[in-house]
């Protein structure tokens, strides 16, 4: 039997310093496309992120570094060709849109650019 995909979503400043990694911390996320469909392409458009479970302090300064951000997205498939799929996520056109409610300890961010990647033609 095949293993569940695992996805991971680092959110990044442009210098490469983690601001957020669901892979040691936990938070739980999704990504919809600006339709709201969970099939995602690639290329330009909207994207929205939404993280539940980040503390006050990761929030804030997301919210701070807003205009700098990059966000990875990694799903891992053991049994797969390709074990582990890439995504690079970042405002494009405009800086990254941030919501956040602390009531629900939610974090939205909505950029406007998704690109598959691999490390392989590196």
Do not use: C
């Amino acid at each position: 039997m095949a293993e569940q995909p695992k996805h991971r979503l680092l959110v990044k400043h442009v210098t490469g310093r983690v601001l957020l990694d669901t892979g040691k911390t936990g938070e739980s996320f999704t990504i919809q496309d600006g339709n709201g469909d969970t099939r995602l392409g690639e290329g330009e458009g909207s994207w929205k992120v939404r993280i539940t479970g980040v503390t006050t302090a990761a929030a804030a300064e997301i919210n701070r570094l807003r205009a700098e951000l990059n966000l990875f997205h990694f799903i891992e498939q053991p049994d797969a060709e390709r074990p582990v799929r890439k995504w690079w996520m970042y405002g494009k056109h405009r800086h990254p849109e941030i919501v956040e409610d602390a009531g629900t300890a939610e974090l939205q961010i909505t950029v406007d650019a998704r690109v598959a990647y691999s490390n392989d033609a590196v």
